[in-house]
């Protein structure tokens, strides 16, 4: 039986929301109690409400029209709004589907496809985001403006005990069949290294919180842990642009080599490596397909990278609306709406399973997806300490 759920219009006509519906699930501020009576909306005490999609746009629609059928307090309206600001959007399974096949199709047929991952490749795997409705920056957006909210849904979790989830080891299989050529990632949680990257074949250009490198000799050493948990005993140097430490208190282990070891992490003010971003420019520039999954594109100057391509379509696939949303339509360069691409709303682990049922036979896909166990086994040894 199919999970179902309740819509948090009041006065829903639609009747009960199904998992395989399109849904938006948005989160906001909470009033006093004595400004919420008269809400339409059944608000959880986070500020959470979950709708159809449908019900969503007629709540919305309220916020601007006072004779609307929804009759919103000015509070609501408020609330709504603030909402609306970090909504994630679901689409339907059927569409899910459709576009799942249109992707492994574009797949098959390109010549140098790449993926640029972000925050939300990894939020299977127990790490929280940064933009969606309750990610970090906008908690801290939102506690400026409205206050500190009276729930929390921080979680806490240690790189080590990570593993790489659905989209990671997706992206590992398409790249052992040669369909997508490189990887540029913002993350730095080393998910796209456990899952077997080759790192001639990634680029992170944010760092990877379990390298470390040297100052002198740019050797760089990759740890079973990560080496931001390590402490630094003594005066450390601060780094000129960030005003933090990269250095984890430990000397290069090359041979006559005086350097000291850092973190590669890229914190607000750093700039990126030359090197890691010499690499993903020079296959960003000739990609005809990229891939962007979880992320927002709001990341400058990452989200350029998307676009570089001559002639090249692209597929978006996160929760939250993007400012390369209308490229998708048309693709990067090209005449007449001829590079259309896609755009997915929604999980990303939920698409590239559908992608890889197109990509692989049923007996390769069932042997694959069945071998997870397995792999996790390797990971797990891989994170020994």
Not at 107 to 129: E, P, V, Y
Not at 144 to 149: F, R, V
Not at 212 to 229: G, L, M, W, Y
Not at 271 to 285: C, G, K, P, R
Request: proline letters at 3%; aromatic letters at 6%.
């Amino acid at each position: 039986m199919e999970v179902s759920y309740k819509c948090s219009l009041h006065r829903c006509p639609l009747g009960p929301l199904l998992l395989s519906m399109g849904r938006v699930e948005v989160k906001t501020f909470m009033p006093p109690l004595e400004h919420r009576t008269g809400l339409q909306v059944n608000w959880q005490e986070s500020g959470e409400a979950l709708f159809h999609e449908a019900c969503w746009r007629k709540v919305v629609s309220g916020t601007s029209n006072s004779m609307h059928d929804v009759p919103l307090s000015n509070v609501e309206r408020e609330m709504i709004k603030e909402a609306y600001n970090t909504a994630e959007y679901h689409n339907a399974d059927e569409k899910v589907k459709v576009e799942a096949k249109r992707i492994a199709d574009m797949l098959k047929s390109a010549k140098h496809a790449i993926a640029f991952t972000g925050a939300g490749i990894s939020t299977s795997a127990g790490i929280g985001d940064f933009r969606g409705k309750s990610g970090k920056w906008t908690e801290m957006d939102r506690t400026k403006t409205y206050g500190a909210s009276r729930t929390t849904n921080k979680k806490r979790f240690s790189y080590e005990e990570l593993r790489p989830t659905y989209t990671h080891e997706a992206l590992h299989k398409l790249i052992q069949l040669g369909l997508v050529k490189h990887i540029i990632s913002q993350n730095c949680d080393g998910l796209h290294r456990l899952s077997g990257i080759p790192a001639a074949q990634l680029s992170e250009l944010h760092g990877n919180t379990f390298h470390e490198k040297c100052d002198t000799c740019n050797a760089v050493i990759e740890h079973p842990q990560s080496v931001r948990t390590y402490s630094v005993g003594g005066s450390v140097k601060q780094c000129p642009t960030c005003r933090l430490t990269h250095y984890t208190g430990r000397k290069c282990r090359q041979r006559g080599c005086p350097g000291s070891l850092q973190n590669t992490i890229i914190n607000f003010g750093d700039n990126l490596e030359e090197h890691v971003l010499q690499t993903a420019i020079s296959n960003a520039e000739k990609t005809d397909l990229v891939l962007c999954l979880g992320t927002t594109l709001r990341v400058s100057p990452a989200n350029s990278l998307v676009t570089m391509g001559k002639f090249s379509q692209l597929v978006i696939c996160n929760r939250q609306e993007t400012p390369m949303d209308h490229v998708c339509e048309a693709g990067v360069g090209q005449p007449g709406g001829s590079g259309h691409g896609s755009r997915v709303y929604g999980d990303c682990d939920r698409l590239m399973a559908e992608v890889m049922k197109y990509i692989l036979s049923q007996e390769d896909f069932r042997n694959w997806e069945g071998a997870r166990d397995q792999r996790l086994a390797e990971y797990a040894k891989l994170r020994q300490i």
